[in-house]
């Protein structure tokens, strides 16, 4: 469940002493992040008020809603690979209904500036969004 999902993402930062550890482990889940295809890389597809560029594609195979996505900036890069662990394979009604309060427990938002914040926000926004879209394809 994403419940699940999220308490491993906690976890897996609480090994983590200090926040510039943690930020090297963003930026590691980053440079993981499975590589979005060039043709999902357009202008529908990008963040609107995420201070770098992120490009967001959805599908929905079988019951399950599936992510990728690429930023410009290696930092939202690791957010969005946070966030699509915690969504992608899960149902529409999942992720619209989901309560993402990982990134409270994290700490995450006060570790990002204002902009950065907004952009996280932004992302989760376009992740539900596309999960209610595709629930009635």
């Known amino acids: 469940t994403i419940k699940d999902i999220q308490a491993g993402i906690i976890g897996d930062f609480e090994i983590f002493d200090d926040w510039?550890?943690?930020y090297e482990y963003l930026i590691e889940l980053g440079k993981e992040l499975a590589p979005i295809a060039e043709k999902?890389?357009?202008?529908?597809?990008?963040v609107k008020g995420c201070q770098s560029r992120v490009w967001l594609h959805a599908e929905r195979q079988?019951?399950?809603?599936?992510?990728t996505a690429d930023s410009d900036a290696i930092m939202t890069?690791?957010?969005i690979a946070i966030l699509i662990r915690a969504l992608s394979n899960q149902t529409a009604e999942e992720i619209v209904s989901a309560d993402l309060n990982f990134i409270d427990d994290l700490g995450l938002k006060e570790q990002l500036s204002v902009t950065r914040a907004n952009g996280l926000f932004s992302m989760i926004k376009k992740m539900k969004l596309y999960a209610l879209v595709l629930k009635n394809e």
């Open 62 to 67: 079988d019951e399950k809603i599936i992510y």
């Open 20 to 22: 510039i550890q943690k």
């Open 77 to 79: 890069k690791g957010i």
């Open 40 to 46: 999902h890389k357009i202008e529908e597809n990008l």
